[in-house]
């Protein structure tokens, strides 16, 4: 009976953080400066089962590695394992850890449908309206001529894909970089960031209002 009550309640506990809340926490600086390392955040998976995800939204999904053809075509990892190899008894252990398991966090700038436009400085312009982004505070880098080391975009987003990117522009690994193609599929995302719990002085919701609605975006002429 005791093991029996151990293993329902290892099964409530793992169909809970699998289907409907798990915490994750920031490895990155990404998205510095809103977003610490270690910080602690509550990523729930139930909403974006109704609806499609919205700009400004902060998103945990899928590495590319899981989904990106180019990267993807050598790292291969079934969703057991990938359960399995994210345990936080097991996530630590040397030796099991796999690219295509790993989780991102990124914000999302643009949705299916969306002409999307990103400069060399990372700078965002959506449907010939230039992006308000207060959170943003680590533009990339560029030149007297205005080149830099960031890669540009300027594309329309494909249907059931959304254009992702790191609120710390000069140093984040996302849609411009990926070798496969710039849009993250909607089927690859885990869920949405809401909460930070962790640390107390910053505990809180998230602020992650439409960018492209902001009374500060300004249209392009």
């Known amino acids: 009976m005791f093991w029996r009550g151990v ?7 793992l169909g809970v953080r699998q289907y409907v809340l ?3 926490y920031i490895p990155s600086g990404s998205m510095l400066p809103g977003l610490q390392l270690q910080d602690r955040l509550l990523v729930e998976k139930l909403s974006l089962r109704s609806r499609a995800p919205r700009r400004g939204e902060i998103v945990v999904f899928h590495a590319p590695h899981h989904f990106d053809p180019v990267l993807s075509s050598d790292q291969k990892a079934g969703p057991l394992t990938c ?4 345990l936080p008894i097991i996530n630590g252990i040397p030796g099991l850890q796999n690219p295509a398991c790993d989780a991102y966090i990124k914000r999302v700038v643009a949705v299916a449908g969306d002409r999307v436009v990103v ?10 309206v230039a992006l308000k982004e207060p959170y943003v505070q680590n533009y990339c880098p560029v030149d007297a001529i205005g080149m ?14 959304v254009l992702v990117l790191g609120d710390n522009r ?24 809401f909460w930070r719990f962790w640390p107390p002085g910053t505990a809180g919701e998230l602020k992650t ?9 300004k249209a392009q002429g």
């Open 119 to 128: 400069n060399p400085r990372g700078e965002v312009t959506v449907n010939g």
């Open 148 to 161: 830099g080391p960031c890669r540009t975009l300027n594309t329309v987003v494909p249907t059931g894909h």
């Open 209 to 217: 209002g439409d960018p492209l609605q902001s009374p500060n975006a």
């Open 83 to 86: 359960l399995l190899v994210n």
């Open 170 to 193: 000069a140093n984040s690994w996302d849609g411009r970089f990926w070798p496969g193609g710039p849009f993250l599929p909607e089927k690859e995302i885990i869920g949405r960031a």
């Open 22 to 24: 798990e915490a994750r």
């Open 7 to 13: 293993l329902i309640t290892l099964g409530v506990a």
